[in-house]
Nanobody
Framework: VQLQASGGGVVQAGGSLRLSCAAS????????MSWYRQAPGNQRELVAS???????NYADSLNGRFTISRDNAKNTVYLQMNSLKPEDTAVYYC???????????????WGQGTLVTVSS
Protein backbone atom coordinates (compact mmCIF):
# COMPACT_ATOMS: atom_id res chain seq x y z
CA VAL A 1 0.00 0.00 0.00
CA GLN A 2 1.33 3.42 -0.93
CA LEU A 3 0.01 6.59 0.64
CA GLN A 4 0.24 10.04 -0.90
CA ALA A 5 -0.60 12.92 1.42
CA SER A 6 -1.10 16.51 0.40
CA GLY A 7 -2.65 19.77 1.53
CA GLY A 8 -0.26 21.02 4.16
CA GLY A 9 0.96 24.58 4.25
CA VAL A 10 1.15 27.79 6.23
CA VAL A 11 -2.02 29.36 7.58
CA GLN A 12 -2.82 32.05 10.10
CA ALA A 13 -4.47 31.21 13.39
CA GLY A 14 -8.20 30.82 12.91
CA GLY A 15 -7.82 29.67 9.35
CA SER A 16 -8.58 26.35 7.72
CA LEU A 17 -6.76 23.67 5.77
CA ARG A 18 -7.83 20.42 4.17
CA LEU A 19 -5.48 17.46 4.03
CA SER A 20 -5.89 14.58 1.63
CA CYS A 21 -4.35 11.13 1.58
CA ALA A 22 -4.81 8.71 -1.27
CA ALA A 23 -4.05 5.01 -0.89
CA SER A 24 -2.98 2.85 -3.80
CA UNK A 25 -1.73 -0.66 -4.30
CA UNK A 26 -3.32 -3.54 -2.43
CA UNK A 27 -6.48 -2.25 -0.77
CA UNK A 28 -8.06 -4.29 2.01
CA UNK A 29 -11.83 -4.23 2.36
CA UNK A 30 -11.47 -4.07 6.15
CA UNK A 31 -9.36 -1.00 6.83
CA UNK A 32 -8.99 2.15 8.85
CA MET A 33 -7.40 5.35 7.58
CA SER A 34 -6.12 7.79 10.14
CA TRP A 35 -4.29 11.04 10.59
CA TYR A 36 -1.54 11.39 13.16
CA ARG A 37 0.62 14.39 13.90
CA GLN A 38 3.99 14.99 15.42
CA ALA A 39 5.15 18.35 16.67
CA PRO A 40 8.84 19.04 17.32
CA GLY A 41 9.93 17.37 20.54
CA ASN A 42 6.64 15.50 20.91
CA GLN A 43 5.53 11.97 20.27
CA ARG A 44 3.35 11.14 17.33
CA GLU A 45 -0.30 11.30 18.35
CA LEU A 46 -3.58 10.21 16.81
CA VAL A 47 -5.68 13.06 15.45
CA ALA A 48 -8.59 11.22 13.86
CA SER A 49 -9.47 7.91 12.24
CA UNK A 50 -12.17 6.63 9.93
CA UNK A 51 -12.93 2.99 9.26
CA UNK A 52 -14.18 1.47 6.04
CA UNK A 53 -17.37 0.70 7.93
CA UNK A 54 -18.01 4.38 8.65
CA UNK A 55 -16.82 4.63 12.24
CA UNK A 56 -14.86 7.76 13.16
CA ASN A 57 -12.76 8.64 16.16
CA TYR A 58 -11.16 11.93 17.24
CA ALA A 59 -8.62 13.11 19.75
CA ASP A 60 -10.41 14.70 22.69
CA SER A 61 -8.28 17.82 22.48
CA LEU A 62 -9.70 18.87 19.11
CA ASN A 63 -13.04 20.05 20.53
CA GLY A 64 -14.81 19.52 17.23
CA ARG A 65 -12.52 21.67 15.11
CA PHE A 66 -11.42 18.87 12.76
CA THR A 67 -13.53 16.55 10.62
CA ILE A 68 -12.31 13.33 9.03
CA SER A 69 -14.05 11.89 6.01
CA ARG A 70 -13.27 9.36 3.34
CA ASP A 71 -14.18 8.48 -0.19
CA ASN A 72 -14.01 4.71 -0.35
CA ALA A 73 -14.34 4.69 -4.14
CA LYS A 74 -11.15 6.75 -4.35
CA ASN A 75 -9.44 5.15 -1.33
CA THR A 76 -8.88 8.65 -0.05
CA VAL A 77 -9.21 10.13 3.41
CA TYR A 78 -9.57 13.83 4.15
CA LEU A 79 -9.00 15.94 7.22
CA GLN A 80 -10.80 19.26 7.31
CA MET A 81 -9.12 21.45 9.89
CA ASN A 82 -10.93 24.59 11.03
CA SER A 83 -10.16 27.23 13.64
CA LEU A 84 -6.51 26.29 13.52
CA LYS A 85 -4.28 27.20 16.42
CA PRO A 86 -0.49 27.59 16.63
CA GLU A 87 -0.41 24.42 18.73
CA ASP A 88 -1.77 22.51 15.73
CA THR A 89 1.58 23.08 14.02
CA ALA A 90 3.05 19.67 13.25
CA VAL A 91 3.88 17.18 10.55
CA TYR A 92 0.68 15.31 9.77
CA TYR A 93 0.98 11.69 8.77
CA CYS A 94 -1.55 9.49 7.07
CA UNK A 95 -1.84 5.90 8.24
CA UNK A 96 -3.54 2.94 6.59
CA UNK A 97 -4.28 -0.14 8.66
CA UNK A 98 -6.03 -3.11 7.18
CA UNK A 99 -6.17 -6.85 6.68
CA UNK A 100 -7.18 -9.11 3.84
CA UNK A 101 -9.29 -11.47 5.97
CA UNK A 102 -10.61 -11.53 9.53
CA UNK A 103 -8.12 -14.22 10.51
CA UNK A 104 -5.10 -12.38 9.07
CA UNK A 105 -3.04 -9.91 11.08
CA UNK A 106 -3.45 -6.21 10.49
CA UNK A 107 -0.89 -4.44 8.32
CA UNK A 108 0.01 -0.80 8.83
CA UNK A 109 1.43 1.68 6.35
CA TRP A 110 2.50 5.33 6.69
CA GLY A 111 2.51 8.22 4.27
CA GLN A 112 5.42 10.64 3.97
CA GLY A 113 3.90 13.39 6.12
CA THR A 114 2.80 16.89 5.28
CA LEU A 115 3.77 19.96 7.29
CA VAL A 116 1.11 22.23 8.73
CA THR A 117 2.30 25.52 10.16
CA VAL A 118 -0.12 27.81 11.97
CA SER A 119 1.16 31.30 12.59
CA SER A 120 -0.11 33.47 15.43
Amino acid sequence: VQLQASGGGVVQAGGSLRLSCAASGIIFSDNTMSWYRQAPGNQRELVASASSGGRTNYADSLNGRFTISRDNAKNTVYLQMNSLKPEDTAVYYCNYRGRSSWYKPFESYWGQGTLVTVSS
